[in-house]
């Protein structure tokens, strides 16, 4: 069984940036995370640093018990964890202001980056392997990157579906594998964010849902 990395490797790893794993530290912290297969340093120009797939996995792992599930409605975990987190919609105290698309805006060129890294050929046209693995983060991340409204909190005593009247995205899983629902009640609005996911590198279907018969989104990251 692989040793659990130290608590200050722990710290490093939880330190890192949230989209692009990129890590921070010393020469020889950051070369102990290399021979353990937590980092990797990458090869162009300035040479930094960022968490592999297995050093992703080792924060996530310490997270999961605050996470909340991507299938339920979100609470305020961002706020409390000082970590970035896309809005899905539905948030209690939804961040908003020029902080707020600053903070949106280099979440995304990271995004892009770590598209670039990942990629076959560095493509950066269509989503990565970290998107994959958080779909509803991701098309959230696209969507309010592109400057779309997220909806607001539920209403007490109503139903996601009556709070949704009130306008805006709400991006949430489906039992459909690599595949994410987005809703919004506005026709103009839902085929705008269409647009923004297809651009994103996302495919994307207009479908009607049985129940409401409202108009909603299926959209799955393309891979070519």
């Known amino acids: ?10 710290r ?3 330190a890192a940036e949230p989209v692009t794993g990129r ?5 020889t912290q950051l070369a102990a995370l290399v021979r353990r297969g937590l980092a990797f340093r990458h090869p162009r120009p300035p040479h930094d640093h960022f968490l592999t797939p297995a050093g992703h996995r080792v924060r996530e792992t310490a997270e999961a018990p605050e996470a909340v599930p991507e299938t339920a409605a979100p609470a305020s975990a961002p706020a409390e964890t000082g970590a970035f987190a896309a809005q ?3 948030e209690e105290a939804a961040a908003t202001g020029p902080a707020r698309i600053r903070e949106v805006h280099s979440a995304w060129q990271g995004l892009l980056e770590l598209r670039r890294m990942t990629n076959p050929g560095g493509a950066m046209d269509r989503p990565c392997g970290w998107e994959r693995a958080h779909l509803v983060r991701a098309a959230a991340l ?3 990157a592109a400057g779309h409204r997220p909806a607001g909190p539920d209403t007490a005593g109503m139903g996601a579906d009556a ?6 995205y709400r991006v949430r899983a489906t039992p459909q594998p690599e595949a994410v629902a987005v809703r ?11 647009a923004t996911l297809e651009q994103a590198g996302w ?3 207009e479908h009607t849902d049985p129940r409401t018969r409202g108009r909603y989104l299926l959209a799955s990251p393309r891979r070519a």
Not at 1 to 10: D, L, N
Not at 163 to 168: F, H, S
């Open 1 to 10: 069984m692989t040793r659990p990395p130290t608590a200050a490797q722990r």
């Open 12 to 14: 490093l790893i939880d």
């Open 23 to 27: 890590l921070t530290g010393t020469e």
């Open 88 to 90: 899905v919609g539905g």
């Open 142 to 144: 696209a969507l309010e």
């Open 163 to 168: 709070a949704q009247a009130g306008g805006g």
């Open 184 to 194: 919004e009640p506005d026709a103009e609005a839902l085929r705008a964010c269409a």
């Open 203 to 205: 495919q994307v279907g």
